[in-house]
């Protein structure tokens, strides 16, 4: 059947279109070694992007804490667990203050993070820098 097809000249090509996604997605299963350059800007990233996760995690869990203070306090939610209004105000003050403590330490502990990173990586950066640079 093929060879009827090249006998008659009968040729299908892809578009380029079509040839440039091939390639593309070709591309991503390739093994290749990794440049000097992307391993540069890959441990930067990393190092940001661990220093990012802990402080949302820091200021989600600050805010949810302190939003279910504030429920607590302001809401029908200290009767549904079975807590009397004083105690509701005061247990929903003290957990607003650890919510708010606690989101609120979202930004030093994304400095602490980075610091930490970028010393733990900075010798590789500094020795990948430097044979770049030459």
Known sequence: MDNNNEQNGFAYT???????????????YEKREESK??????????????????????GIVG???LGFGMSLMMSELSSIIGLGQTSAIIIGILSGLVGAVI?????????????????????????LADELLK
């Open 14 to 28: 892809y578009s380029a279109k079509n040839q440039d996604e091939i390639r593309a997605i070709r591309e991503k």
């Open 37 to 58: 350059m992307e391993r540069l800007r890959r441990l930067d990233r990393a190092a940001e992007s661990r220093a990012t996760v802990i402080s949302l995690i820091f």
């Open 63 to 65: 805010t949810l804490i």
């Open 103 to 127: 989101a609120i330490l979202a930004y030093p502990a994304y400095n602490y993070v980075l610091k930490r990173e970028r010393e733990r990586i900075a010798p590789e950066i500094l020795k």
